[in-house]
């Protein structure tokens, strides 16, 4: 079956601009996370989603960055008034969610590479 | 929350040798640990994991070991290839829904020396 998509895989924007970054998870999978990948960097978690909801939001770096997940299936990140630091790898994974150890492994998605110029 | 260390940062072994990762977590509670290779420009992708009532696990050329009382666990990687140079990062998930997300160690990248 299909694995995680992202769109745009690459996006170049204007400092000042907004954009917004799209997820679609593997059908079927109730949990969602969206982590940024700075340049030869780790994985900086920024918030995951269980069904329409946030309950972890902590990661987000500021008030400029919001996710939001509708239908239990796409999920948008929008970054407004970029900034040049929020350049990075924006990466997107799914997993079945709920309780059993099949439902916890991540599946990643390619990316959207963020440039802010 | 949980913390995981991971160590060493950057690791280069010759093409044939071992290469062995070790990670630390903070949550005993902690019940599911995952590793993931990733490539150059790739994605991140799951390899091998281990849950919290197995001690070890083994597939192929690559095996994980975890250690409760202590809080650690390795991945080891033997009769390295150069197919096998890239960044792995080590991950624990905790035991009780509500907060079910994976946190991640900081990377290793590994280079095999032909």
């Known amino acids: 079956g299909a694995g995680v998509s992202q769109s745009p895989s690459n996006k170049v924007t204007e400092k000042g601009k907004d954009v917004e970054l799209r997820c679609d998870p593997i059908?079927?999978?109730?949990?969602l996370y969206w982590y940024r990948q700075s340049l030869g960097q780790g994985l900086e978690f920024l918030i995951y989603f269980q069904g329409n909801s946030a309950p972890d939001k902590s990661g987000l770096p500021s008030d400029r960055f919001s996710a939001e997940r509708t239908g239990g299936s796409v999920s948008t990140l929008t970054i407004q008034r970029t900034q040049q630091e929020d350049s990075a790898v924006y990466l997107c994974?799914?997993?079945?969610?709920?309780?059993?150890?099949?439902?916890?492994?991540?599946?990643f998605g390619p990316g959207t590479r963020l440039t802010v110029t | 929350g949980e913390n995981v260390e991971q160590h060493p940062s950057t690791l280069s072994v010759q093409e044939g040798d071992s290469a062995v990762i070790k990670c630390t977590y903070s949550d005993s509670a902690s019940n599911y640990f995952p590793w993931y290779k990733q490539e150059l420009g790739k994605r991140p992708q799951l390899i091998i994991d281990?849950?919290?009532?197995?001690g070890e696990k083994k597939d192929q050329r690559i095996a994980v070991t975890l250690n409760k009382t202590a809080k650690h666990f390795s991945l080891h990687i033997t009769e390295t290839q150069p197919e096998d140079s890239a960044v792995y990062f080590c991950a624990a998930y905790p035991s009780f829904l509500g907060n079910e997300k994976l946190t991640f160690g900081t990377g290793t990248r590994l280079t095999i020396i032909p």
């Open positions: 994974a799914s997993s079945l969610g709920g309780t059993g150890f099949p439902s916890y492994e991540q599946y």
């Open positions: 281990i849950r919290s009532n197995v």
């Open positions: 059908s079927g999978h109730t949990a």
